[in-house]
T-cell receptor, first 118, second 115 residues
Framework: AQKITQTQPGMFVQEKEAVTLDCTYDTSDPSYGLFWYKQPSSGEMIFLIYQGSYDQQNATEGRYSLNFQKARKSANLVISASQLGDSAMYFCAMREGGFSTGGFKTIFGAGTRLFVKA | ETGVTQTPRHLVMGMTNKKSLKCEQHLGHNAMYWYKQSAKKPLELMFVYSLEERVENNSVPSRFSPECPNSSHLFLHLHTLQPEDSALYLC??????????????FGEGSWLTVV
């Protein structure tokens, strides 16, 4: 069963506006971590933001924030004040359990391609 | 200097060739990973090394052979590959400890084309 779902294959946003990229996940493990990565056309996967399942506050990193709704199992990425350099693929990812329990697997969604228009 | 460095960035090889991808991490991590990214497919975990021991091998064909001589270096040896093995191969590293918050940091990837 697919555990990370990104339903938006592509998104357009006007420069300087905010955009939300959707991510839903499925797990029965009470302990998990959620991550967002950015992948420009060059190929490198760049870590953006992390949210732990027990974190009470939504994570924020500069212009990135993670809208974590635990009951709905969603972890949407919000990018404020979009810039042309934000055009890239964005991947949502999840890790269940911890390394002590063999939780080395971080699984990734299919990604959303974001286009920022000037 | 970037945290995780991969060489070569681009590789074209014939199906009978033998080549290797190299990865080096400068983050002091003790777990390293190989991921494969093909067009229109999610990122696939291939191998995981923790404390220099292989702990994960996700049914990867034997034509891919990983090697982790120390905690900073990881290789992926390639031989008799098929055209469908053409993909972006991403190396990553993280710190082994309990908890789900340890972030995986990726290199820039090696673009492999098998002809």
């Amino acid at each position: 069963a697919q555990k990370i779902t990104q339903t938006q294959p592509g998104m357009f946003v006007q420069e300087k506006e905010a955009v939300t990229l959707d991510c839903t996940y499925d797990t029965s493990d009470p302990s998990y971590g959620l991550f967002w990565y950015k992948q420009p056309s060059s190929g490198e996967m760049i870590f953006l933001i992390y949210q732990g399942s027990y974190d009470q506050q939504n994570a924020t990193e500069g212009r990135y924030s993670l809208n974590f709704q635990k009951a709905r199992k969603s972890a949407n990425l919000v990018i404020s004040a979009s810039q042309l350099g934000d055009s890239a693929m964005y991947f949502c990812a999840m890790r269940e359990g911890g390394f002590s329990t063999g939780g080395f697997k971080t699984i990734f969604g299919a990604g959303t391609r974001l286009f920022v228009k000037a | 200097e970037t945290g995780v460095t991969q060489t070569p960035r681009h590789l074209v090889m014939g199906m009978t060739n033998k080549k290797s991808l190299k990865c080096e991490q400068h983050l002091g991590h003790n777990a390293m990973y190989w991921y494969k990214q093909s067009a229109k497919k999610p990122l696939e975990l291939m191998f995981v090394y923790s404390l220099e021991e292989r702990v994960e091998n996700n049914s990867v064909p034997s034509r891919f052979s990983p090697e982790c001589p120390n905690s900073s270096h990881l290789f992926l040896h390639l031989h008799t590959l098929q055209p469908e093995d053409s993909a972006l191969y991403l190396c990553a590293s993280s710190q082994v400890e309990a908890g789900v918050g340890n972030t995986i940091y990726f290199g820039e990837g090696s673009w492999l084309t098998v002809v």
